[in-house]
């Protein structure tokens, strides 16, 4: 038998990579002589580079500019000349505490700098995850890294960060990097707001960044300003579905260059070889900590599931917990599921205790299937 595990992390407990090295422990137990393949999974949020590293991508390593200005190590991967950044590396929420003042000061600018690094590595394809940002500043903080100069009406340099965009009364785009223009750049957005508005990312996202109402309203203002420079700049709107992801952090991209914004599953899928052992496989077994409604709006196991729905092979699903109904995980082809909270005494357990717990719950979702 042939088994593909491919899961996503448990957040708070496990890697992907973990959780499939546990997943792998139980169906060996189950099928001793099982030829397993692991191919642990992301959407392009958090451990989407782990998923790429677990694939073999090279790990790469660089020191950028974090969000309020202190110099972070920050992990990027190389496979082939196809680059992997997650930007939350360089320019995460985890990196500082979310206050107001954060929340109008955070900028991109280290996760331009880690395009730089790419591209210095001879990256032909970028690819961006951008889930976890710190940072409601437009893109404006990559794009100044990555060359291009957001003056005031003085011709000085607005200060990083979102709120330093009301200040922006001109661009220039000359020292824009010129290998921008050759490569092809994917980001990663699963979410459809758009920069401005009551659905945009300062309305929607900022909050969790820190922003109270007034941090909020300055925001909005501000990207309001960016987008009108940037369609003055290079005749784009940028106020699209999606590019209120990650702060905006689109939106300087699809103006100045061919960036393209992608479902996350879709574009790391082919990435960490998934679709390659869905070819030659008996089994897929995938997971999360949480399969529920959110689940079924592009988040990676339900994608894996249906993937897998489509070229006929069954599929096991092993979760923290399980809130969506039988009937609709089998509408993407899983047909038993377990959830750990049906097998440990305590709920803490499946945290304290997660990759033993889903090493056996594996097990015995198999000897019932």
Do not use: H
Not at 63 to 90: H, K
Not at 285 to 291: A, Y
Request: proline content about 5%; overall charge negative; glycine content about 12%.
């Amino acid at each position: 038998m042939r088994v593909v595990i491919a899961p996503d992390k448990f957040k708070g407990s496990l890697s992907a990579a973990e959780a499939a090295a546990a997943m792998g422990e139980g169906v060996l137990a189950v099928y001793p002589d099982a030829d397993v393949t692991a191919v642990p999974v992301a959407d392009g949020g958090e451990g989407t580079l782990d998923a790429a590293l677990a694939a073999g991508a090279q790990s790469r390593t660089a020191r950028v500019t974090g969000p309020l200005g202190r110099e972070v190590t920050a992990v990027w991967a190389l496979t082939e000349d196809t680059a992997l950044i997650e930007t939350a590396r360089a320019s995460g929420l985890a990196l500082l505490d979310p206050t107001p003042e954060a929340a109008l000061a955070a900028t991109s600018y280290g996760s331009g700098q880690l395009i730089l690094e790419a591209l210095d590595a001879g990256a032909r394809t970028i690819i961006l995850g951008i889930g976890g940002s710190a940072m409601t500043d437009g893109g404006s903080g990559a794009m100044a890294a990555l060359g291009i100069r957001i003056l005031d009406d003085t011709g000085m340099p607005v200060p990083p960060g979102g709120a330093g965009l009301l200040r922006a009364a001109s661009l220039d785009a000359s020292g824009l990097d010129p290998r921008l223009a050759e490569v092809d750049l994917r980001i990663a957005a699963d979410v459809t707001n758009p920069l401005l508005g009551p659905e945009g990312t300062a309305a929607v996202f900022s909050a969790q960044k820190g922003a109270d109402a007034e941090a909020q309203a300055v925001l909005e203002e501000a990207l309001g300003n960016w987008a009108r420079l940037l369609q003055s700049a290079t005749g784009i709107d940028v106020d699209i579905p999606g590019a209120g992801a990650a702060g905006g952090f689109p939106a300087g991209f699809l103006a100045f260059t061919k960036a393209s914004l992608n479902p996350g599953f879709e574009l790391l899928s082919s990435f960490t070889g998934l679709d390659a052992a869905l070819t030659r496989c008996d089994l897929v077994l995938t997971g999360e900590g949480s399969l529920d409604a959110q689940s079924r709006y592009g988040k990676a196991p339900l994608a894996v599931a249906a993937r897998a729905r489509d070229a006929g092979i069954p599929v096991v699903a092993v979760a923290g917990r399980i809130t969506l109904t039988p009937d609709e995980l089998q509408e993407y082809g899983i047909v038993a599921a377990v959830s750990l909270l049906d097998v440990v005494q305590r709920p803490q357990d499946a945290m304290d205790q997660a990759a033993k717990y889903v090493a056996w719950a594996t097990r015995q979702v198999l000897e019932g299937a």
